[in-house]
């Protein structure tokens, strides 16, 4: 099993005060032989809808030394979770969590049309100081 995110925590923390239910920790996918290990699975009952919303989070932190090649190998992952979700659980959503420290930069503006131009990709922002969940890009 993979070492948690210096993050983790915080973005645990953050889902629970938005209101979600951490159904996961970590939320695994069968991969033939193989397992994936998604950060976390929550989901959380929506009243309007008389339903549940499920998510699947992975998250990252971006402290290395590119954001360029940590956002290079969120994507790659994102890219790899979805598919095998797709055939396994095509319920639950699939996120990439931020923190807002890069979140602008890589996810706004120019850069972030680029970023955000595959429509599979779901992104939210948290604040690691206030694990809070600042802003959600669906």
């Known amino acids: 099993m993979p070492a948690k995110d210096l993050f983790h925590?915080?973005?645990r923390n953050a889902l629970e005060k938005?209101?979600?239910?951490?159904?996961?920790?970590?939320?695994?996918?069968?991969?033939?032989?193989?397992?994936?290990?998604?950060?976390?699975?929550?989901e959380r009952f929506i009243a309007a809808e008389k339903d549940n919303e499920k998510i699947a989070v992975e998250i990252k932190s971006f402290v290395g030394r590119s954001?360029?090649?940590?956002l290079e190998q969120a994507l790659g992952q994102f890219s790899l979770y979805y598919s095998v979700m797709q055939r396994t659980d095509a319920e639950r959503k699939l996120y990439l969590a931020v923190p807002d420290t890069v979140f602008g930069e890589l996810f706004e503006g120019e850069k972030g049309e680029?970023?955000?131009?595959?429509?599979?990709?779901?992104v939210?922002?948290?604040s690691a100081e206030s694990e809070e969940i600042l802003k959600w890009k669906r």
Do not use: H
């Open 9 to 11: 925590d915080n973005v």
């Open 18 to 42: 938005d209101g979600w239910t951490i159904t996961a920790d970590p939320y695994t996918l069968a991969w033939g032989k193989d397992s994936l290990f998604v950060d976390l699975a929550a």
């Open 124 to 126: 939210f922002c948290f």
């Open 114 to 122: 680029i970023v955000m131009s595959d429509e599979r990709l779901k």
């Open 67 to 70: 954001q360029t090649a940590e």
